[in-house]
């Protein structure tokens, strides 16, 4: 459990982080769009599209994940049923 909370903590500390350069980028950016120069612009909106990935990643990750514990929890339940049924049925 203290694994997690760190792991949760870490996870809003770098957000956090993340956030605070959102202002700086986008300076940056309106300063070569002024100068003329547009390569700055593509690296931002893939730097926005990564972004952007990471949480849904993180989401289908936790469900997968979720899904496949659940999966195995059933398929020992249904094992143990089958034995009571053919210790019930000796």
């Known amino acids: 459990m203290k694994k997690l909370i760190a792991a949760f903590v870490l996870l809003l500390w770098s957000s956090t982080m993340s956030f605070a350069q959102c202002a700086m980028c986008r300076a940056s950016v309106e300063s070569t769009y002024s100068d003329g120069h547009y390569l700055n612009g593509s690296g931002l909106n893939t730097g926005i599209l990564y972004l952007l990935v990471m949480p849904y990643l993180l ?13 195995k929890e ?17």
């Open 59 to 71: 989401v289908a990750l936790i469900a997968y994940l979720w899904y496949k514990g659940s999966r």
């Open 74 to 90: 059933h398929a020992q339940k249904l094992a143990l049923w089958e034995r009571m049924k053919s210790i019930t049925q000796s």
